[in-house]
Nanobody, 126 residues
């Protein structure tokens, strides 16, 4: 299987930037897409961004595309999420995830992904 270890969260002030990381280990076959999702208190799992692992083509949720950048280091098997201008509403547990196949129509849907990291908590507060 594939294991994902996310990191980079913490308690931050509004307006700052964070870069979250996710290191993947395990079977690399069918390693097609990776994404970031988040779950805020009292809300369901929400898409943030996703990327075609091989081509680097990126996809963003409409609500966050102006403030986030997804990237990856293929050799290091590491996924990144840069979040700028953090807001209180960004407080959530952020999860990285891996999916086997690339489909631009469904890449931002949680059901696309088979493996999930443990999550890293981002708390934005003054």
């Amino acid at each position: 299987d594939v294991q994902l270890q996310s990191s980079g969260g913490g308690l931050v002030q509004p307006g700052v930037s964070l870069r979250l990381s996710c290191v993947a280990s395990g079977n690399m076959f069918d390693f097609g897409v990776m994404g970031w999702f988040r779950q805020a208190p009292g809300k369901g799992r929400e898409s943030v961004a996703a990327i075609n692992w091989y081509t680097g083509r990126s996809f963003y949720s409409d609500s966050m595309r102006d403030r986030v950048t997804i990237s990856r280091d293929r050799a290091g098997r590491t996924l990144y999420l840069q979040i700028d201008s953090l807001k209180s509403e960004d407080t959530a547990v952020y999860y990285c995830a891996r999916g086997s196949t690339f489909n631009p129509t469904t890449i931002l849907r949680p059901g696309t992904y088979e493996f999930w990291g443990q999550g890293t908590l981002v708390t934005v507060s003054s």
